[in-house]
Structures are given as structure tokens and as C-alpha cells.
T-cell receptor, first 115, second 112 residues
Framework: DAGVTQSPTHLIKTRGQQVTLRCSPK?????VSWYQQALGQGPQFIFQ???????QRGNFPDRFSGHQFPNYSSELNVNALLLGDSALYLC??????????????FGPGTRLLVL | GEDVEQSLFLSVREGDSSVINCTYT??????LYWYKQEPGAGLQLLTY?????DMKQDQRLTVLLNKKDKHLSLRIADTQTGDSAIYFC????????????FGAGTRLAVHP
């Protein structure tokens, strides 16, 4: 079992650009959540996808958007990048409600640096 | 709103026990978790406890839950240098689906 995978591992962008981060969930998991972890802080919930729809959203602006594909993989898109978007972006997957899926398993993260 | 608080730093001697504490505000949280993060890495699930339990033991790890005081602790027995990392307490937000609320993390330093 490969676990949760994310790509790329590192990314450098400049202000105003757009970025797409990718996540493949653990085998058998159908729910994907995204978190932002700023330096020295705990992860903050961005949003969650289930059945290809955004099911819940945290306190993040509309510049943050996502998508889930039929194979349950997911993308996180951030438009009009700001310096403050520099962070580790973590993807987590869980089995979903049908699987009694309260426990989330995290990927290694994508470290984004905005210059 | 929901909040999770942890002390920021803990230093212990190798071989001693470590106790990391966490308090939370959401009294309806059903699941409470401990994750470990090593430098430059993602989060590793260590253990979790369901809200109807007071204690859970898993090898060197013991989780204690005091629902009345909304206090969660993680005890690591026989702490080793490989346990040096940041430990995050997280609670499953009861307001909807699987949204985790994290503390800021406790940095555990193990010295010889």
C-alpha cells in the first residue's frame, strides 16, 4: 500500500502566479482533505472532497479551489499567489462515511515558497 | 469557536517518560488524535482515542482523556532520541464531517 502521495514535493512561485498541487489517496479511501501548515503552526483545514464535490470548507478565500476526480485523486489550486501562501500543503485521505472513516492519513506534503 | 491548545516545548532525558498535554474546547468531539511530525515531513498518525474511553495504551504510548476537563495527554514511556519531533493534538470537529482541528504542536527534545 503506497499510502497518500503528493506531488510535487517542493515548488517555488512568484507573487500573482497560480499553482496546482496533486494528491492520490490511500487505497480504499474516497475522501480527501487539504490542510495548510504555515511555519511553526499546526495544520489549518482548507476543504474536503467527497464524491467529486466540495463537502466542507475552512476559512480560506476563493483563491483556493479544488477538484476531485472519479479515481478519488484530488487537486488543490491557488490563484493570485501571495507571499503569505508560502506553507506546507498537506493532503489527507480517509475511508469516508461508508467505511466508518473518521481517521485521516496524511501525505508527505508539498512545500510551496512564494517569492 | 473550536480551539486546541498545547504547550510548545518539552525537554526530557533519554529513557525517561514524556507527557505531552492538550486542552480543547469542542466538548462534542468524538475522536481525538495524536500525530507526529519529523523535520521536513508530513504527519504520522500515532494513535487516537474515542470519546467514550478514558485511556488507551499502544506499546510505549498511553493516551489519557479527561472529558470533564477537556484534557488529553500522550505519555511516551522510555523516550528515545528517535522520538524527538513535533507532536500535534487534533480533535475531530463535531460540527460536520471529518474536519480536524489541530493544536500548534509540542516540540519534544530528547537529550542523553
Amino acid at each position: 500500500d503506497a499510502g497518500v502521495t503528493q506531488s510535487p514535493t517542493h515548488l517555488i512561485k512568484t507573487r500573482g502566479q497560480q499553482v496546482t498541487l496533486r494528491c492520490s489517496p490511500k487505497s480504499g479511501h474516497d475522501t480527501v482533505s487539504w490542510y495548510q501548515q504555515a511555519l511553526g503552526q499546526g495544520p489549518q483545514f482548507i476543504f474536503q472532497y467527497y464524491e467529486e464535490e466540495e463537502r466542507q470548507r475552512g476559512n480560506f478565500p476563493d483563491r483556493f479551489s479544488g477538484h476531485q476526480f472519479p479515481n478519488y485523486s484530488s487537486e488543490l489550486n491557488v490563484n493570485a499567489l501571495l507571499l503569505g501562501d508560502s506553507a506546507l500543503y498537506l493532503c489527507a485521505s480517509s475511508p469516508g462515511l461508508a467505511g466508518g472513516g473518521e481517521t485521516q492519513y496524511f501525505g508527505p506534503g508539498t512545500r510551496l515558497l512564494v517569492l | 469557536g473550536e480551539d486546541v491548545e498545547q504547550s510548545l516545548f518539552l525537554s526530557v532525558r533519554e529513557g525517561d517518560s514524556s507527557v505531552i498535554n492538550c486542552t480543547y474546547t469542542d466538548s462534542s468531539s468524538t475522536y481525538l488524535y495524536w500525530y507526529k511530525q519529523e523535520p521536513g515531513a508530513g504527519l504520522q498518525l500515532l494513535t487516537y482515542i474515542f470519546s467514550n474511553m478514558d485511556m488507551k495504551q499502544d506499546q510505549r504510548l498511553t493516551v489519557l482523556l479527561n472529558k470533564k476537563d477537556k484534557h488529553l495527554s500522550l505519555r511516551i514511556a522510555d523516550t528515545q532520541t528517535g522520538d524527538s519531533a513535533i507532536y500535534f493534538c487534533a480533535v475531530l470537529f463535531s460540527g460536520g464531517y471529518n474536519k480536524l482541528i489541530f493544536g500548534a504542536g509540542t516540540r519534544l527534545a530528547v537529550h542523553p
